[in-house]
T-cell receptor, first 113, second 108 residues
Framework: DPKIIQKPKYLVAVTGSEKILICEQY?????MYWYRQSAKKPLEFMFS???????DNQTASSRFQPQSSKKNHLDLQITALKPDDSATYFC????????????FGPGTRLTVL | EQQVQQSPASLVLQEAENAELQCSFS?????VQWFYQRPGGRLVSLLY???GTKQSGRLTSTTVIKERRSSLHISSSQITDSGTYLC??????????FGSGTKLTVEP
C-alpha cells in the first residue's frame, strides 16, 4: 500500500514539449519536496513546500514550476523540455519542515528525446 | 565541490560478512539520514540520526556532528542487502544533500 504515489512511473517526451509529474502523499505530512537524480550525479534538491507554500527553490531554471492544489499534492510542471532534463524525479514528504525525517516516492523516470 | 562524500564507492562482500560505510560532509548539519536505493530506483529510509549511535536491526549508524562524519555498519550481510546506500545531510530547512552512494554487492 504505497503512501507516496508518483505518476507516471515512466515518461517519454520530445524536446520542447511540456509535461506534468504528479505526486500525492497519504502520510498526513505537511511538507513536500522534489529531488532529481540524473545519470552519474547525486540526488539533488529542487523545491520544498510547507503547508502549500514554497519554502526553498534551488532550481536555476524557471521551466520547472511546482504546483500544489491540495495539502497532500505537489506536482511538477516542466516546460520547454530539453534532453538534459532526462532524469528520475523523486517526490518526498515529511512531518514538519525543520529537521524532519523524509520519505520518498518511487520516482518518475523522464526521458527527453 | 560535492558537499557530501561517501566511501568506498563500491564494496563486495561475502554473505555474512560485516560492512562499514563512511560519510563525511563539508557543511554544518544537525541531522544525517541514511537511505537504501533499490536497483530500480526507489529510496528507502534506513536510519535518521541526529547524533550519536542509532540501531535498527542489523544496521547501526554512528554520527559525530562536530567531526562532520557518519558511518553505517551492516552486520551479517545478506544477498538481499545488495544495492546502493546513500548518506544525506540536512539543512535547517529540511533540504537533503546527498552523497554519490556506496554500491554494495553481497555474494553467496
Amino acid at each position: 500500500d504505497p503512501k507516496i504515489i508518483q505518476k507516471p512511473k515512466y515518461l517519454v517526451a520530445v524536446t520542447g514539449s511540456e509535461k506534468i509529474l504528479i505526486c500525492e502523499q497519504y502520510l498526513g505530512h505537511n511538507a513536500m519536496y522534489w529531488y532529481r537524480q540524473s545519470a552519474k550525479k547525486p540526488l539533488e534538491f529542487m523545491f520544498s513546500y510547507s503547508y502549500q507554500k514554497l519554502m526553498d527553490n534551488q532550481t536555476a531554471s524557471s521551466r520547472f514550476q511546482p504546483q500544489s492544489s491540495k495539502k497532500n499534492h505537489l506536482d511538477l510542471q516542466i516546460t520547454a523540455l530539453k534532453p538534459d532534463d532526462s532524469a528520475t524525479y523523486f517526490c518526498a514528504s515529511s512531518q514538519g519542515q525543520y529537521y524532519a525525517e523524509q520519505f520518498f516516492g518511487p520516482g518518475t523516470r523522464l526521458t527527453v528525446l | 565541490e560535492q558537499q557530501v562524500q561517501q566511501s568506498p564507492a563500491s564494496l563486495v562482500l561475502q554473505e555474512a560478512e560485516n560492512a562499514e560505510l563512511q560519510c563525511s560532509f563539508s557543511i554544518f548539519t544537525n541531522q544525517v539520514q541514511w537511505f537504501y536505493q533499490r536497483p530500480g530506483g526507489r529510496l528507502v529510509s534506513l536510519l535518521y540520526n541526529p547524533s550519536g549511535t542509532k540501531q535498527s536491526g542489523r544496521l547501526t549508524s554512528t554520527t559525530v556532528i562536530k567531526e562532520r562524519r557518519s558511518s553505517l555498519h551492516i552486520s551479517s550481510s545478506q544477498i538481499t542487502d545488495s544495492g546502493t546506500y546513500l548518506c544525506a545531510t540536512m539543512s535547517n530547512y529540511n533540504v537533503l544533500y546527498f552523497g554519490s552512494g556506496t554500491k554494495l554487492t553481497v555474494e553467496p
